[in-house]
């Protein structure tokens, strides 16, 4: 039995049964020309799935507005040929064993660092800001919030009717539901903003109460969040327990089956006073099953690696099962480990460590 076995034990949460307890983290790749994901697509995913990654969440995918993408290559979660696509992905890592999610997206006002790509309408923000101080936009109206919760509840019911296990939104990293969290750029003063993440949260909760009503009361909703923003490393929105309590409760009363927790590394404590990370407190605080992440399995810090930076090495994974065995959290994502190294997770659980690969930010460039 190796070191890791406690990894490798099954989760069960409503309708969603987990081999193990190992998640591949979603991670833009952009290889889907035209929004519509391709052979090579599914058989990246497929080769995890083969390779005991208990649960695969997409790349994010875009719901159905002008703007949700900035990005010709990422895939989108509508029209008849993009879901002919995904419907191809889930029937070939089903086929492989695997267990699957899509992870739903907009990316309101974010600017494509690589081109000069403009959408075909305004971006969507809650008040024009894409960091603080900067408008570059119009705030959303009330008919195109509303047009943006069907977009996230439509997709939910298509990827249902796919076949998919489980549907994951994205609510993270300073795109736009979580542009709705950030007080420095949520600058609204109707029902979708104010001085609270209880106020400010109102925009995520009824996204998520639109797709519990179209997928029903069984189907598992994962919910991606973090305190840092890509505008902003340094953020922290929720700054004791209790504001922490006060924005995620009412996404859990919304419908959020699993918080998953986002860090730039997962070791870090979220408060003063306790070693527990996000995904500690937000299972603490909730009850909900929680997803932690943030440079597992490697010893560079993601972002840096991501944007360039040096090589990483495989890590150990003691402070990991650490807290995992402590009961913080009930699954793991890995994210750079598993681009590279598309049988990361059998060999973690058979103990071949030194077979575990380096992670380059050259293997941007394919899909392995």
């Known amino acids: 039995m190796s070191t890791a076995a406690p990894l490798f034990q099954p989760f069960t949460h409503k309708t969603l049964k987990l081999p193990n307890r190992i998640v591949m983290a979603p991670m833009t790749r952009s290889f889907s020309p035209g929004g519509v994901p391709t052979e ?15 649960l695969i969440i997409s790349e994010g995918t875009v719901v159905q507005r002008p703007a949700a993408s900035n990005d010709f290559n990422v895939p989108r979660f509508w029209g008849d040929d993009a879901l002919a696509g995904w419907q ?6 089903h086929g492989a064993g695997g267990v699957m999610a899509p992870q739903l997206w907009h990316v309101g006002a974010v600017r494509n660092r690589r081109s000069e790509w403009q959408p075909p309408a305004p971006w969507d923000s809650p008040s024009g800001y894409s960091s603080p101080g900067k408008k570059f936009t119009e705030p959303m109206t009330d008919e ?3 047009d943006t919760i069907a977009a996230f509840a439509r997709a939910a019911g298509a990827a ?3 076949g998919f296990d489980s549907i994951e939104l994205h609510g993270a990293h300073g795109y736009l539901i979580d542009q709705f969290f950030w007080d420095s750029i949520n600058l609204r003063d109707d029902r979708y903003g104010g ?8 925009f995520a909760a009824d996204i998520l109460k639109a797709v519990r009503a179209e997928v029903g009361p069984d189907y598992p909703i994962i919910i991606r969040l973090s305190q840092w923003k890509q505008q902003d490393y340094a953020v922290q929105m929720a700054k ?6 006060a924005w995620l409760q009412p996404l859990a009363d919304a419908g959020a089956d699993i918080f998953h927790c986002s860090q730039r590394r997962f070791w870090e404590p979220e408060f003063e006073g306790s070693d527990l990370n996000f995904a500690g407190w937000a299972k603490k605080l909730t009850g909900r099953p929680t997803i932690t992440v943030g440079s597992v399995g490697l ?3 993601f972002i840096a690696s991501m944007m360039g930076g040096e090589t990483s090495k495989p890590a150990s994974l003691d402070e990991l099962l650490r807290r995992f065995d402590r009961g913080d959290f009930d699954l793991v994502a890995v994210g750079r ?3 590279s190294d598309p049988d990361w997770a059998v060999k973690v659980r058979d103990g071949r460590t030194s077979e575990l690969s380096d992670y380059s930010p050259a293997a941007l460039a394919e899909l392995v």
């Open 40 to 54: 090579a697509v599914a058989e990246y995913y497929r080769k995890r799935a083969a390779a005991a990654v208990g």
């Open 160 to 162: 249902k009717r796919l």
């Open 144 to 146: 195109t919030i509303a």
């Open 195 to 202: 001085s609270d993440l209880v106020q400010r949260g109102h």
């Open 337 to 339: 480990a598993l681009i």
């Open 240 to 245: 004791t327990p209790d504001e922490m309590a």
């Open 88 to 93: 191809n992905v889930i029937n070939t890592v």
């Open 299 to 301: 010893n560079g810090e």
